[in-house]
């Protein structure tokens, strides 16, 4: 059971001859329905449907007022750690590349929690490379608990862990789950992973649910564009998120669509993501999961976040930093990506305001 | 019409628009539209109150003389609800709550079983409750053995705008529940309340036909008008609907011929 059942039915598609088959009035006829299976949602994904993208946007604008109103909440990232035993050919983070490591110390992550709450943001996200040694679960515990003083929303995006594992942290304060599979397709995945306990797909595709049974409040999941064929990335993101909304009704499901950005190690993404890709892929989600939250990080540039609020994004970074320690200073840090949009959260409300859209900081109350 | 205050709590209401502040594209907007409505219970989700945050705490954009009525919007079960309306009472936000249980995330229709339990326990700390429910007769009688001080059945599900689809289960609710009906969400334009007032609820909550219509304090104004509208027209006894037009008494005029 689990999701991988739902992507073994899909595995062979014939995805080129489908796209081939899906022509504009099968494009009209999908956006005058108010709910779209699978396959529609693929064909909002397909190249047939880019001469509809500014249909599919007024649409998908309408759908998320009504859904979320004029709103859109911000969190920032804050790395932990960047030690990682795994080999991912695209992350900066990865074990081969040489560049001094560090994690903070429960002190720092006092001092940055301070910091980043200073300027009104009450959501946060922890990330961390995959070292169970030098970040463990009981590391991570520990930061959670000093950040529920200063947080409402403890969300984290770390290394797969067990049921049980969750439900540790969850007890501590946790309320989210950002779990990126990366690659959906299997055998990409293989190739993009080739050593590290993160060549296990498996555990990785079912972290999610492992979540959600544990009682996890919300649960984000994502491909990284860039890897693999675009279009059949952001179906089985969409279908993964389907499939956790359908198996946990009280979780909030949402996505994220990631492209590849500049990283130490120089890799070139095989897959180019255009603008226009990505605002398609975020129309034809919208249109999907009517109430799916949809996330957009500081990868993407200023001009395009911008344009990218009213089409169905539903919560921003700001003021983000993604280096261990990067905003207390100190020794000079090495990023996992290089960000795009460095403005702070004092200039990302402005922007919001003057865009007709209510900044929102604190959109859950811990109840630890 | 002069003494057709709503009472619920003990407390007299002339307005009976209740109005939610979610959504909208600044809070400041809210005490205008607060203004425009001439509403006196406006709803906040706790989930969203940041009690240190000035400008940006929503709570501080209710106007003074209003009654603010925290929800539980977040809360998946019976516990989380209490849990959360507790975190209001000891924030200073009064003894009045608006019950979500929201166990499904997909059409956000409330779970009237859990509902059911944290009525009970509010009700019995002495909250003033008002549950978010699904329109079923039997959940509304146990709702008020349970305490609630009013049922807020939904006419659509949020933040949908698509009126009174639930129509037939709210005319049942009406009629036979013995608390106030306060219609709440899915009503996404004035002449829906009006319609729903004129099928004889006590109120109606609106939040998002109000929050992300293009001017929000007209809207508000509008839909105070609409449910002023509705209500007199319920007291004033319309006229029954008939199925066809009768032009005169074609079966029983003969009667009248001999006069």
Known sequence: MGFHTEYQRYKDFPWDSHFDRISGPDIRRILARDTITPLDYLALLSPAAEEYIEEMARKAHLVTVRQFGYTMTLYTPLYLGDHCVNHCVYC??????????????LEEVDAEAALIAATGLRHILILTGESREMTPVSYLRDCVRILGRYFSSVSIEVYPLEEDEYGELIGAGVDGLTMFQEVYNENAYAGLHPAGPKRNYRYRLDAPERACSAGIRTVNVGALLGLHSWRTEAFFTGLHAAYLQRRYPGVEVSMSPPRMRPQLGGFEAPVKVSDRNLVQYILAFRLFLPRGGITLSTRERA????????????????????????????EQATAQFDISDDRSVAQM???LYNRGYQPVFKDWTAMG | MTNDALVIGGRPLRSRL???TGKFPDNRLIPRAVEASGTEVVTVAVRRVDFDAGEENMAAHVPAG?????????????AEAVRIARLARAAGCGDWVKIEVINDNRYLLPDNFETVQATAVLAAEGFIVLPYMSPDLEAARRLADAGAAAVMPLGSPIGSNRGLRTRELLQILIEESALPVIVDAGLGKPSEAAEAMEMGAAAVLVNTAIATARDPVAMARAFSLAVRAGRTAFLSGPAPVREEAYASSPLTGFLYDEE
């Open chain 1, 303 to 330: 001009e395009l976040r911008d344009r990218l609020v009213p089409l169905g994004v539903t919560k921003m970074s700001a003021g983000s930093c993604t280096a261990v320690g990067g905003r207390t200073g100190g």
């Open chain 2, 66 to 78: 209003c009654v603010l009525l925290p929800n539980t919007s977040g809360a998946r079960n019976a």
């Open chain 2, 18 to 20: 209740f109005m939610g």
């Open chain 1, 349 to 351: 409300s402005r922007m």
């Open chain 1, 92 to 105: 900066g983070f990865q074990a081969n590349n040489r560049f001094t490591r560090r994690k903070l110390d």
